[in-house]
Structures are given as C-alpha cells and as structure tokens.
C-alpha cells in the first residue's frame, strides 16, 4: 500500500474510532439519564463491563445503520416523503433495539419509546463529530470529495471528467431583485455579496410576465415557452379541466405543451439534471421533478434524490431533527405573530408548521446533495429550484424577519455548493436566478370581509354566505344587480339563479390575479354577452376599490380593460392612454396584450388593486406575501451570473419575460461548450431578442 494511500486509510480509520468513542460516551450518558435504557443487568454490573456493553450497543448500531439503513430506505422510497421524514426517527430506533439484542448476555435493553430518544441523540451526535473532523481537517475534506467524485466517475464512464465548465443554475423562489439587493446590503447573504464586491458576478434584474408564478416562468426558463399559461391555476373550456401548475397531471401536460411549441425537449437536454423543479427542461437524470411524478413505472427516477440523501442514516436523523426545529420555530413564530397583533397576518396553523418544514428543511437538503452529487460526478448542467424563502414569505410576508432568516440559510448553501465546486472534476460556473418576486400587502377578504368568488357571486345575483351578504361590498354588488335587473332580488337568490350548477361562473385565483369563467358558454364570452346574463357584473367588479383593473373581450373594439369610473380603453390604445394600468408600469400593456393572445385566457381577467408608493397588492388568496399578477416586486425577479458569461442584454436593453431569459441561459451554455441545446423551432411565437435567438447547432457526443 502506497504510502498517500495508508495515510488515507490511517485517517478513516482515526475518524471511525473518534465516532465510535464519542457514540459509546453517548449510549452511556443517556443510560445514567434515562430510567428505560440501561446497559447493564438487573444484578448490577462493574463500571467496566457497563463501558463494554456501552462499546458494543455502539458499535453494532454503527454497522447496522451503515449495511441495513441504505436498505430500508430504497424500500420506502414510494412512501410520501413528509412520511417518510418522520419515519426516520422510529427505523433508527428499530435499529438500536436490534443492536441491543446482539450484545452478549442481554444487558442491553430499552422500550421502543426510549430506544427511538437514544437512537436519534446517537445519531446526531456522531454526525456532528464525523462533520467536525471532516472539516478541521481540510485534507481530509478534500479528498473525501474526490472520493466521491471518484466513484461516481468509475460508475458512469472511464476516464477524467471534460475540461469545459459546466454550469449550475440555481433558482431561489420568489426572491425578487429589491431583497436579493437589500440582503446583500445588510450582510443577510455574504456568500453573494463577495460575488458581487468581487467583481466575479453580474447582478441584472428582469421583468416576468402578467403571470408572475413559477409554473409560467419555468417553464418558459427550461422549455422556452411560457405561451398559453394565464395563471397558476385556470379552467378550460374544451377539456372542461382546472390546470393547476403544481399539480403532477397538469406539469406533464404543460411540459408536453411546451415541448410541442417549440419542437425541442429543454435547456437540459443533454448531459443535464433536474433537481426539484416543477418540469424537467429534458434532463434524463431528474429527482423531486413535478411532471414525472405521475409517472408509473422504473421510467420515473423523480424520488431517487431521497434514497440519494437518507441512505446515509447520519443525514436522515440531521434532517428530521432539522424538520422538528422548524416546526417548533413556525409555532413560536406565528404564536408571537398572533400575540403581538401583527398585521397583516394569515391563518398559519394546522398542516402548515410541517409544509414549511418540508420546504424548508427536507426539500432544501435533498435539492442541495442532488446537486453536489451532479457536480462531482460531472454533468454539463444542473438547474434546481429551492423553495424555501417563498413558502415562508407567502405567510410571513417577503420582507419579514422569519423570511430574512430563511435568505440566510440560502446563502450557506450557496457556499457550501461553491465550496464543493473546487473539487469537481471540472470547473463549474454557477448562475443564480429566480422565476419571480413577491408582493407584500393584506388579502382581498381581510380588507372588504368577502373574497372575489363572494364578490363575483353576489355581482351575478346568487347566493353568498351571510357574511359576505353583511359586508359593504357585498351590499353594493347586491345593490347593483337589483339596480340592474330593476326588480328586487330574492334573500336567497332563487328566483335569478342559473337553471344548473353548471352555469354558475368558477372563480379561481393566483396571488392578486383572479380569473372567471362561465363554463356552459364554450367559447370566451364577450363583454355584451357578459352583460345581457349578469348585467351588474362587470360594474361590480370595475368599480371596486380592491380592483384595479379588468381583461375581457368586446365584440365592437376587440378585448379592453375596463377600470373604475366607467373606464374601458381597447388594448390597441393601451400605449396612449393607459388608463387603469398606468399605475402597473411601462410593460403592463404587452403583458396584458400577451396573455389576451392565449386560447385559455378567462373570461374575465382580474388583477387587485396595486399602491406604488408603497408597493403593496391585495391577494385574492390567503397570503401576505404574494404573486402572480402585476403590481410591485412580484414581477422583478433577478439573474445572478458569473462576469465571463456574456451580457444578458444589449446596454439599454430590458431583459422581459420567461422565454428571454431562457433564450440568455441557452446562449450561456453554448459559451461555455457545454450541451449543445437545440433550435428554437417555435412555430407561433418569435424568440423575443433577435439578437440572442440561438444559432443552429449540430448536437454532439457530450463526450466531445
């Protein structure tokens, strides 16, 4: 044995007896605390024999999670990944029970209650030697990860890994550039402020699209087409379906959409992976992906990145532990918020304290080893999306102190996947984005007492809750529809309610955009036809305080946007007379332009009240921080990239819009000599910068 060899092997061997000691000092301490755990027979024992039984209980425990845990794990892959979170604490228990009753003459023994105690401090505790070690010892470190990358080269294919960068995009949902910048500022996220104060990195704002969310703007980041997707959430007429973006039928039929549009799979195409993302962008290698999750079959990896993580038990015991911690901060956090009479504030109890975790926490880690392991085994492209600061700012509000804390813990892994960069086996550029921002404010019910379905409902004459019939607003759409109509309008509504259930209007909302459909009318209704069945409709809606303006078709000047006052401006005169989306920026006529143009669009669009001064929006769901229309920081996202890359827009120029940004990271990869990403072969829509459209490209070996 060589001697580099020997020394290595000398290391392991020092760091496997330092956690063994520390586990056994453990098992011991825990034995003197806890009155159902104890190492040592009935009759008593030496303090010597209780320290061997102590060695052994630890010992067998370490070997039985290093061989069987990797096991159990693979076994439960198809449980629900929350489940199988908590899952973790009770296996690691059956574990130690099981070691237990491997040592000699039954001195061992613990009730199951304190062997998943004793199984999980255990574990915790020589995780955080073995890091410790790892870590002060940067040789070690070191050559742990060329280990890793070592084997992961051997199981793919022979050789050294290529010489051109790949690159690493990371998405952190629903920063918007104004926080990235003020958390920078403020020392929250160091990591990226060095980038910057360095000169190594190019920080540029961009514009989405009317649909500020993530189903629109990644799909049209990894597929190249956002066309199509009014919102998070819309209703069909000709399939009579609800697309939601993040659910798995409707990701799959969104991604084959794109796909179908452009004539390409994706940015990821070749050589790439695709790490907790709502669509695939065309890797082959995907984990925790949204539109391969209804898949059936060996064809679907999308939850290989949880064997990936909690085969080591070490990892599983920290994460659960992590996802306890964050279940007990969210309480605190809300309990203070509810004490302290915060406004605004949302409902934050039931489930939530454990999805926050899970995004937080779980999603986080998983996401953050899938993508070191992508770079260690050399991929030419990895895109994954952490969602931690936008779950917890859609309850705390964006620039809350809760969600400050979450920016922080971003920017660590930020770091440590910077970190692992050094030692892949090739060099790596590492761009930062995000699909959106948020925009703070109270929701549309906290402020008028009734939702925008209530209001929609009482505008068209039919029943609403008591409430909302008691609420001013609610009095005035009913005012209006008896106005209307000229005749009064029974307490109950039966006597103007629609014959069937059917044609009732389905009122659906994204953040501060709203959407209504009438869904026995099968084409997108006019405004004259909207007016001849509900006729205080419209009027209702328009002329609302919490509303700023509305999208709907007329027969005589094609669709306008109708605002309060009697305002309705056609959208070809938008850029002359803004009218009711002068307050929505220079862009809100194309967007709006835009999304008229889709075969989906409702029929009628809806987009809340917006205050520039102080930049707050009304969200139509129950969110404090939200997105989804326009108004505000919702709609300035952020693209963080390294300075050899090429500028994302000519000087002067305005990066708008999903697909440019997408056609700028095509561009990017190409620089590069990375995968060679295929044509743009769209055929209803141009590339929106001619000048950065990509060039036709022969697809190569991504061995070349």
């Not at 990797?70 to 070691?99: D, K, Y």
């Not at 489930?351 to 085994?377: C, H, K, N, Q, S």
């Not at 002068?582 to 409702?602: E, I, L, N, Q, Y």
């Not at 809340?608 to 939200?626: M, N, R």
Request: glycine letters at 10%.
């Amino acid at each position: 044995m060589g001697e580099g060899r020997w020394r290595r092997f000398a290391g392991t061997c020092w760091r496997s007896i330092a956690v063994w000691a520390v586990s056994t000092v453990t098992m011991l301490v825990l034995a003197g605390i806890l009155p159902d755990f104890q190492l040592q027979s009935d009759s008593g024992d030496s303090a010597t024999r209780i320290a061997v039984t102590a060695a052994l209980g630890a010992g067998a425990f370490g070997i039985l999670s290093a061989l069987v845990w990797p096991l159990l794990v693979r076994a439960l892959l198809l449980v629900p990944a929350l489940v199988l979170g908590l899952a973790v604490f009770f296996l690691n228990g059956g574990l130690l029970i099981f070691a237990l009753a491997l040592v000699p003459d039954g001195r061992g023994e613990a009730n199951p209650e304190t062997a998943v105690v004793v199984a999980a401090v255990m574990s915790a505790v020589a995780s955080a030697t073995g890091g410790a070690l790892a870590v002060r010892d940067d040789d070690a470190y070191r050559r742990r990860l060329y280990r890793l990358a070592d084997r992961r080269r051997r199981r793919g294919s022979a050789g050294a890994g290529p010489s051109t960068p790949g690159t690493v995009f990371l998405q952190l949902d629903g920063v918007g550039h104004d926080v990235l910048r003020d958390a920078v500022d403020r020392g929250v996220m160091p990591t990226v402020g060095a980038w910057l104060g360095a000169g190594t990195h190019r920080l540029t704002p961009w514009r989405t699209d009317w649909s500020s969310q993530t189903g629109a703007s990644q799909l049209g980041i990894l597929h190249g087409s956002n066309y199509d997707v009014p919102a998070f959430r819309w209703y069909e007429k000709d399939t009579r379906e609800i697309q939601v973006s993040n659910r798995p039928t409707s990701a799959a039929e969104l991604q084959r959409r794109a796909i179908e549009h452009t004539g390409d799979g994706g940015l990821l195409t070749l050589d790439g992976a695709s790490r907790g993302n709502l669509f695939s962008g065309g890797a082959e290698q995907v984990a925790l992906v949204l539109s391969v999750a209804a898949r059936r079959g060996k064809e679907n990896r999308s939850r290989a990145g949880y064997f990936a993580y909690f085969s080591d038990p070490a990892n599983a015991v920290r994460t659960a532990l992590s996802f306890v911690a964050e279940v007990v901060r969210e309480t605190g956090q809300s309990t203070r918020a509810r004490l302290t009479r915060q406004r605004p504030r949302v409902g934050r109890g039931g489930l939530y304290p454990f999805i926050r975790a899970f995004a937080t926490v779980v999603e986080r880690d998983v996401v953050v080893a899938a993508v070191i392991g992508d770079m260690l085994a050399g991929r030419s492209a990895v895109y994954a999306d952490l969602v931690a600061y936008d779950e917890v700012a859609h309850h705390s509000g964006p620039v809350s102190r809760d969600a400050e804390k979450v920016l922080a813990r971003l920017d660590r892994s930020l770091a440590l996947i910077a970190k692992v960069a050094e030692h892949a086996p090739r060099p790596y550029r590492i761009v930062v984005l995000s699909d959106h921002g948020q925009s703070p404010g109270e929701t549309f019910r906290a402020r008028y007492g009734l939702g925008l379905q209530d209001l929609v409902r009482a505008g068209c004459g039919l029943p609403v809750p008591r409430r909302a019939r008691r609420t001013h607003s609610g009095a005035e759409a009913r005012a209006a529809v008896r106005a209307a109509l000229r005749r009064p309008v029974e307490e109950g509504g039966e006597k103007h309610r629609p014959a069937s259930r059917r044609s009732e209007p389905i009122v659906l909302a994204s953040g501060n955009l709203g959407l209504v459909s009438f869904p026995d009318v099968p084409h997108r209704m006019s405004k004259e036809e909207i007016d001849a069945r509900h006729p205080a409709l419209l009027p209702t809606l328009a002329n609302h305080p919490g509303i700023g303006f509305l999208l709907v078709r007329s027969e005589e000047h094609g669709a306008v946007v109708l605002g309060a006052r009697g305002a309705e401006i056609p959208l070809a005169d938008l850029d002359e007379r803004p009218g009711p989306l002068a307050d929505f920026g220079a862009h809100a006529a194309d967007a709006v332009r835009r999304t008229d143009s889709f075969p989906h669009t409702a029929d009628i669009m809806v987009n809340s009240w917006y205050d520039p001064a102080e930049g707050e929006v009304l969200a139509f769901e129950e969110q404090i921080g939200s997105h989804g229309g326009l108004g505000g920081a919702q709609g300035h996202p952020f693209l963080l990239a390294p300075e050899v890359f090429s500028p994302p827009v000519a000087q002067g120029a305005e990066l708008v819009g999903a697909q440019q940004v997408h056609h700028v990271l095509r561009r990017w990869l190409r620089e590069g000599s990375g995968p060679q990403v295929p044509v743009d072969k769209s055929r209803h829509e141009p590339a929106p910068d001619a000048s950065f459209t990509a060039a036709t490209v022969t697809p190569q070996d991504k061995s070349a």
